[in-house]
Each structure stands twice: as structure tokens, then as C-alpha cells.
């Protein structure tokens, strides 16, 4: 059973560790990765513990939208017509 659900908003981005991080009891890090979460992965882990959290988050935030042709605003460009 986990420890707690989590809501994505309420972890942190950290830079260094590249991943959504949370405050375990033990006094390190509960962490996930994007990529996990762009997999479906819903448990962050404590890397120094047996302790674990859900994560709640909506997966289509992290879906893969290569094949949506979602373009950037700054990177689309104008096109003329004749």
C-alpha cells in the first residue's frame, strides 16, 4: 500500500535529478521521472526507503504528441498565398 497520494502540482521539478520529487519521512526523496510518467507510471520511489507514493496527474499532460503536429506558437511560421 502506498504512503500517500500525491498530486503532480504538489511535487517539484528538480533539475539535478531530472525528475518530480516529494519529501519522504526517511528525509530523502520520493522522485519519478517524465519519461516514467509519459509511460504510464504512477509510483514515485524513495531511493533510500522501502516508502513509496501514487502519483496522481492526468496522462494525456504527458503523452507523446508527435504524431499530433502540435506546433509551438514562436515556431510557426507564416505562409504566403498567391
Known sequence: MAY???EIE???WNEELQAYTY???CGDLFQITKEDLKLGEEI???PSCSLYITV???TEDF???KSKNN???QKRQAVAVA
Open 63 to 65: 503523452a507523446d504528441n
Open 71 to 73: 506546433l509551438d506558437p
Open 23 to 25: 519529501p519522504c519521512p
Open 4 to 6: 500517500d497520494d500525491v
Open 56 to 58: 496522481i496527474y492526468n
Open 10 to 12: 504538489d511535487m517539484q
Open 44 to 46: 514515485a520511489r524513495c
